[in-house]
């Protein structure tokens, strides 16, 4: 179960686990470390002993992670909860953490050094923007696959169109070994209409802020340059702890970040998978139907 952020995927995958009487293995990037809580909006003790989850919380921020690390420790996971329960429920909103898990990781190349290196030093002295122009006059739709916000998602994408003179699309679409090929696998996730899904996150913002994100966020700001606090709902702050813009303004942007993320979260899901959209008044239905078939 998967799709955007603020959609409503946790309390739904709590109450579809409970019908096939199963859990919930975590396939979101950032609520697998064990500091990060408000902003990557990490299930509620409440919900934890709901139904049981795997993969919440595991991973101190300092340690090298990944969506092969992630494949590696949890598809066994997955594989017992099948032989076991019958049914297994993956919920979150990095398809790639999910793709990871169902069919491995792509086999992609190392990149040349020397492009890795020419493209390194262009970053530094001119920054992305360049980079990013470039990589979108090679691949016009590669902000359906990486971060264009993100420098190293960029260079990254970058590297591998110059080398392999292919679109992303191309790169990440190489056929993969089914882990699962005899499991009857169903792609799904809640759907909103657009501007009820922005307010959504609108107010799943205000709320975090309420429950203390900026606090969080001032503990976790003197290990700034960790990979895993590269993320929405940090960043922002940090800006605004070290006098780069207001308290308003950094929420403001957290808010708006998210809401893009949300966008390129729908894409990834309708790209990559047969995801079957179901709205928020009939998720009771097809539970029912699901649970009835299954």
């Not at 993969?55 to 992630?70: E, K, L, R, S």
């Not at 009939?282 to 009835?292: S, T």
């Amino acid at each position: 179960m998967g799709g955007p952020t603020a959609s409503g995927k946790t309390a739904a995958a709590i109450a579809l686990a409970q019908s096939l009487n199963t859990e919930i293995v975590n396939v979101d990037s950032r609520q697998v470390y064990e500091e990060l809580n408000i902003a990557v909006a990490k299930p509620s003790q409440e919900e934890l002993f709901a139904v049981k989850h795997h993969g919440i919380g595991h991973v101190p921020i300092q340690y090298h992670y990944n969506a092969g690390t992630h494949a590696e420790i949890f598809r066994g996971i997955t594989q017992e909860l099948l032989q076991e329960k019958g049914a297994a429920l993956l919920c979150g909103g990095t398809g790639l953490y999910i793709e990871a898990i169902l069919y491995g990781m792509d086999d992609l190349p190392e990149v040349d050094p020397d492009l890795r290196s020419e493209i390194l030093d262009q970053y530094v002295a001119n920054g992305i923007e360049p980079l990013l122009s470039m990589l979108l006059q090679l691949d016009p739709q590669a902000g359906n696959f990486v971060r264009l916000d993100n420098p190293q998602r960029v260079m990254r994408a970058l590297e591998l169109c110059i080398q392999l003179r292919k679109p992303l699309a191309e790169i990440y679409g190489q056929e993969k070994v089914a882990h699962f090929p005899d499991v009857n696998i169903v792609f799904v996730g809640i759907q909103h209409p657009r501007e009820l899904l922005y307010d959504r996150i609108n107010k799943r913002v205000d709320t975090m802020v309420t429950m203390g994100l900026i606090d969080e966020a001032r503990i976790l700001h003197p290990q700034k340059e960790l990979k895993a606090l590269q993320t929405v709902g940090y960043t922002e702050l940090f800006a605004f702890f070290e006098g780069q813009t207001s308290e308003q303004e950094a929420i403001e942007k957290i808010k708006q970040h998210t809401r893009n993320y949300a966008k390129r979260q729908i894409t990834y899901f309708n790209n990559r998978f047969s995801t079957e959209w179901i709205q928020p008044a009939d998720w009771v239905d097809f539970i029912r139907k699901f649970a009835k078939s299954s």
